[in-house]
């Protein structure tokens, strides 16, 4: 799903795994062979698919529990879990897992996982996975990087859909000097998240584990090297400073100020939200690569359903996790419903993505082009403090853009803050 901030929203089925909707006898739960779950929820419509679930599996019940998204389901996830009265499922971004598990307050399910792990790319996998056996979560959506361009501004003005970041630097001069009302894109200093994605592409690695012990590199080659082409092109005038998602981004989607949108899949259901009347001049392509020939990708967005440390009803939690984004009734339900991307592989080559978003009607091969950028995401470790890093991307970099700094301070900032946050938290670190 989309991040949390944002306005808008494999294989085929054993029959081992069939058999699990109709035998209750297999799940661990009351002495009478019962289980009621609760689950922790933000997706849109996910109560009809959990029906599914609920009406092949009278003895397994799972009651939908809607929660706010982000920040605000993992301070309530902790908070319960202290007080001892969790959940037995959440839904957590990717983001967020190794924060909740370094709480203990999602629980390992690697007892559980030995055959849902080949419904997964492993790029998508290794954001739920920490060390070289734990498993904290089951990927339910992904957030594969894309470009979004105003294909009819393109045309009009005769410009070339950039395939690597030099050309899009010489674009967005051109814009700029030829039709000075407008931009390629913007810079957002709000939105920490899109510049992680960007900085994965290049091949940015901000956390890893050595045995026991984390290495912290936010400030590595890769981020810096981002960090300073977005610079010069901000210092230049040839990409705006616009915040995403204010009113004023909002218009400039609209009138076509703003010629592209570096995003994730998920960005047709934000342009129909906030650019309606746009509709069928918009297309989209891969990012940009840093290298001729390459087909990189950075991910923003997702999530994943975990378990929570001290459920009474563990496996019956674990296998209706494992259905619930890995059988295609529940993943094609998750599309049609929650308008997701199924992080399941079987899913996005499967008929219930034949066609495209509707505000993308003219791009029939739309979820063809997903399904292959998709295969070229980087893969990424998630550290224990994300949050902080976030943070502090927030305040240094807008500081940097008002007072006119290098970027590459801010990214130092946010090593620091990051670095400092996890000594004081008893994290052992390599660097």
């Known amino acids: 799903m989309p991040p949390a ?87 957590a971004e990717y983001q ?85 009302e407008h931009r390629i894109t913007s810079f957002s200093a709000t939105d920490p998240g899109w510049f992680a994605g960007l900085a994965q592409q290049a091949g940015a690695s901000w ?9 912290v590199t936010v400030d590595d080659a890769p981020t810096l090297r981002v960090a300073e082409y977005w610079d010069g092109l901000v210092a230049e005038d040839a990409v705006s400073a616009r915040p995403m998602y204010t009113p004023e981004w909002n218009a400039a989607l609209n009138d076509g100020s703003l010629l592209t949108w570096p995003s994730a899949v998920w960005a047709p259901g934000v342009l129909a ?66 308008g997701i991307y199924p992080a399941a592989t079987s899913t996005q080559n499967s008929r219930v ?4 978003p509707e505000f993308f009607a003219h791009q029939e091969d739309f979820y063809e082009q997903v399904a292959r950028i998709a295969e070229g995401t980087a893969p990424v470790t998630w550290g224990p403090n994300v949050n902080v890093t976030y943070s502090s991307y927030k305040d240094a970099f807008a500081a940097a853009i008002a007072g006119g700094t290098p970027f590459a301070e801010a990214v130092a900032t946010m090593q620091k803050d990051t670095l400092a946050d996890m000594e004081n938290k008893g994290f052992a670190i390599s660097r």
């Not at 679930?53 to 993992?74: H, L």
């Not at 709480?103 to 419904?119: C, G, M, N, P």
Request: glycine fraction near 8%.
């Open 5 to 91: 901030r944002s306005p808008g929203w494999a294989a085929t089925a054993s029959a081992g795994a069939l058999v699990l909707l109709t035998s209750c006898a297999l799940f661990p739960g009351t002495d009478d062979g019962t289980a009621e779950l609760t689950f922790w929820t933000w997706a849109p419509g996910i109560t009809e698919v959990v029906q599914i679930w609920n009406d092949a599996n009278p003895d397994v019940q799972v009651t939908v529990s809607e929660q706010g998204a982000g920040e605000e389901v993992v301070t309530k996830l902790l908070t319960a879990s202290q007080a001892g009265h969790p959940p037995d499922l959440v839904q």
């Open 96 to 180: 967020a897992l190794t924060t909740l598990a370094a709480r203990d307050a999602v629980t390992d399910l690697s007892a559980y996982t030995a055959e849902a792990e080949q419904d997964f790319h492993e790029n998508v996998w290794e954001q739920v996975t920490m060390g070289t056996d734990q498993v904290y979560a089951i990927p339910q959506d992904s957030g594969p990087m894309m470009l979004y361009y105003r294909s009819d501004l393109f045309d009009e003005f005769g410009l070339q859909v950039p395939t690597t970041w030099d050309e899009f630097a010489e674009v967005a001069r051109q814009v700029r000097d030829e039709h000075p």
């Open 207 to 215: 956390w890893a584990t050595e045995g026991d012990s984390w290495s």
């Open 273 to 338: 939200g906030n650019a309606e009347g746009t509709a069928g001049a918009w297309s989209m392509a891969p990012l940009p690569q840093w290298e001729e020939g390459l087909a990189a990708t950075g991910s923003w967005g997702g999530s994943a359903t975990g378990v929570a440390t001290g459920s009474a009803h563990e496996g019956a939690a674990a296998e209706f996790a494992i259905w619930l984004n890995t059988s295609p009734e529940a993943t094609e339900a998750l599309v049609r419903e929650s």
């Open 353 to 356: 993505l034949a066609d495209p």
